[in-house]
T-cell receptor
Framework: DVKVTQSSRYLVKRTGEKVFLECVQDMDHENMFWYRQDPGLGLRLIYFSYDVKMKEKGDIPEGYSVSREKKERFSLILESASTNQTSMYLC??????????????FGPGTRLTVL | AQSVTQLGSHVSVSEGALVLLRCNYSSSVPPYLFWYVQYPNQGLQLLLKYTSAATLVKGINGFEAEFKKSETSFHLTKPSAHMSDAAEYFCAVSDLKDKIIFGKGTRLHILP
């Protein structure tokens, strides 16, 4: 079974803090993704990565950055957290052979609250 | 641009009744379509996907979906609802840049 793990289930931070969300997958997948999930808005793509050290902006990259130094690990960084970044953050990975039809495998999510 | 629209943010059905969750898509190219499910306090998992083979796609837990090009629809059905089906369901479409565009989700409530 593919396993995608996220470093924290719940996180509380203060406005202006730098926040790191970590994601690790154990199936040697090429692609990794970060989404945020908000009620009534579904999932929105923040950033994704097709390979180590590669990254591409998704639909809502503002206020976020990412890092992928190793194939299995994809980090989401909030340089200066703000209250409007309070949300559920979901990491996903996929094999990468045929991206348009690949199944994405999701982690359990990190619920971030910024006070 | 590719997009999906899920009709109904909340759907309630009685246990044992038919489940029908509606999804319409918009795509400028032949679409690849997905249904994902999110159980409480979990991430999403794939229920089924359409990749241009059979138009009737069977998935896990007794769910199936039918691709109807003429109606631009990919509705999800299950003949008999079970309490364990209570979850949030997301329809999604692949876009031309190899990303997946998710709908806003439909929360399914099962009434005893």
């Amino acid at each position: 079974d593919v396993k995608v793990t996220q470093s924290s289930r719940y996180l509380v931070k203060r406005t202006g803090e730098k926040v790191f969300l970590e994601c690790v997958q154990d199936m040697d997948h090429e692609n990794m993704f970060w989404y945020r999930q908000d009620p009534g808005l579904g999932l929105r793509l923040i950033y994704f990565s097709y390979d180590v050290k590669m990254k591409e902006k998704g639909d809502i990259p503002e206020g976020y950055s990412v890092s992928r130094e190793k194939k299995e690990r994809f980090s989401l960084i909030l340089e200066s957290a703000s209250t409007n970044q309070t949300s559920m953050y979901l990491c996903a990975s996929s094999f990468g052979l045929a991206v348009r039809t690949d199944t994405q495998y999701f982690g359990p999510g990190t619920r971030l609250t910024v006070l | 641009a590719q997009s999906v629209t899920q009709l109904g943010s909340h759907v309630s059905v009685s246990e044992g009744a038919l489940v029908l969750l509606r999804c319409n898509y918009s795509s400028s190219v032949p679409p690849y379509l997905f249904w994902y499910v999110q159980y409480p306090n979990q991430g999403l998992q794939l229920l089924l996907k359409y990749t241009s083979a059979a138009t009737l796609v069977k998935g896990i837990n007794g769910f199936e979906a039918e691709f109807k090009k003429s109606e631009t629809s990919f509705h999800l059905t299950k003949p008999s609802a079970h309490m364990s089906d209570a979850a949030e369901y997301f329809c999604a479409v692949s876009d031309l840049k190899d990303k997946i565009i998710f709908g806003k989700g439909t929360r399914l409530h099962i009434l005893p």
